[in-house]
Nanobody
Framework: VQLQASGGGLVQPGGSLRLSCVAS????????IGWFRQAPGKEREGISC????????YYSDSEKGRFTISRDNTRTTVYLEMNSLKPEDTAIYYC????????????????WGQGTQVTVSS
């Protein structure tokens, strides 16, 4: 399953963005979904995930209290609401199916879709 992320952009420090993750022609009901990001010169890291049931979301330490992951009622989209953005949040953000969401950094599977650029700068 290849997922597409969208909703990135340029935002000032302290600002907010909402990213969306969709799969073409497919509902996401039965999939745990993770959000990942890759900053320039760094490896891709998993920052959040949500189970297929929407319970027990995971956030990495630097995102706790600032980011919120959710699934919509139509079961086609997973969101990542990002608040209090910092320059260090600048990265390309991706979403992917993951092997469950169990309170730790998610493990992705499947191919990577096109990410969305988030730039936090004044």
């Amino acid at each position: 399953v290849q997922l597409q992320a969208s909703g990135g952009g340029l935002v000032q420090p302290g600002g907010s963005l909402r990213l969306s993750c969709v799969a073409s022609g497919l509902t996401l009901d039965f999939y745990a979904i993770g959000w990942f990001r890759q900053a320039p010169g760094k490896e891709r890291e998993g920052i959040s995930c949500i189970s297929s049931s929407g319970t027990m979301p995971y956030y990495s330490d630097s995102e706790k209290g600032r980011f919120t992951i959710s699934r919509d009622n139509t079961r086609t989209t997973v969101y990542l609401e990002m608040n209090s953005l910092k320059p260090e949040d600048t990265a390309i953000y991706y979403c992917a199916t993951v092997y469950g969401c169990f309170g730790q950094e998610p493990s992705p599977y499947g191919s990577w879709g096109q990410g969305t650029q988030v730039t936090v700068s004044s």
